[in-house]
T-cell receptor
Framework: SQKIEQNSEALNIQEGKTATLTCNYT??????LQWYRQDPGRGPVFLLL?????KEKRKERLKVTFDTTLKQSLFHITASQPADSATYLC???????????FGPGTRLSVLP | ETGVTQSPTHLIKTRGQQVTLRCSSQ?????VSWYQQALGQGPQFIFQ???????GRGNFPPRFSGLQFPNYSSELNVNALELDDSALYLC??????????????FGPGTRLTVT
């Protein structure tokens, strides 16, 4: 059956360190993958999109990798700050923008 | 440029009732998707509307239905409400068909409680 997993429910790291979040999937062949940030009581906010033919994408302190062989995406936040504390969601596209599947999310806490 | 808005913010309904949630998409976007998010879980795709027609549907029963209007705003209707329908309902707009798109812009959500 199709499944998306994110490495853990919660991740605590120290300020200034690099946070690494994992998204694994089975029985999907997404054309691209997206990462979102969600704060409590609010809608998700789009962060990055990476296509199946791209290995890595960067935006400021954020980096995403996409390994279609391993069926895994890694999301890195470098020089993390307490303001980065939020839930991070990965989302797979199932049909070129017509059907997105979200993972359960990882709640990141950056401790000062 | 206005963002995605949803109304109402909160809603309390009784089991068996019907509810209509509304969404105004971001300026320039032509597609609206609806999601249900239970507490502590990721959003679950309900359906998507493009050019006023349903353009994809998740694993939700027919009592979940929707509309998209010519101005790209949208409604989600849920009939015969069940307790398990209690959740945050999210609307997301995007620009379908553009190579650089598929980025979804979410509204703040409507918190529905069914008692």
């Amino acid at each position: 059956s199709q499944k998306i997993e994110q490495n853990s429910e919660a991740l605590n790291i120290q300020e200034g360190k690099t946070a690494t979040l994992t998204c694994n999937y089975t029985n999907y062949s997404p054309a691209y993958l997206q990462w979102y940030r969600q704060d409590p009581g609010r809608g998700p906010v789009f962060l990055l999109l990476i296509r199946e033919n791209e290995k890595e994408k960067r935006k400021e302190r954020l980096k995403v990798t996409f390994d279609t062989t391993l069926k895994q995406s890694l999301f890195h936040i470098t020089a993390s700050q307490p303001a980065d504390s939020a839930t991070y969601l990965c989302a797979l596209d199932r049909n070129y923008g017509q059907n997105f599947v979200f993972g359960p999310g990882t709640r990141l806490s950056v401790l000062p | 440029e206005t963002g995605v808005t949803q109304s109402p913010t909160h809603l309390i309904k009784t089991r068996g009732q019907q509810v209509t949630l509304r969404c105004s998409s971001q300026s320039g976007h032509n597609t609206v998707s609806w999601y249900q998010q239970a507490l502590g879980q990721g959003p679950q795709f309900i359906f998507q509307y493009y050019r006023e027609e349903e353009n994809g549907r998740g694993n939700f029963p027919p009592r979940f239905s929707g509309l998209q209007f010519p101005n790209y705003s949208s409604e989600l209707n849920v009939n015969a409400l069940e307790l398990d329908d209690s959740a945050l309902y999210l609307c997301a707009s995007s620009l379908y068909g553009s190579r650089s798109s598929y980025e979804q812009y979410f509204g703040p959500g409507t918190r529905l409680t069914v008692t």
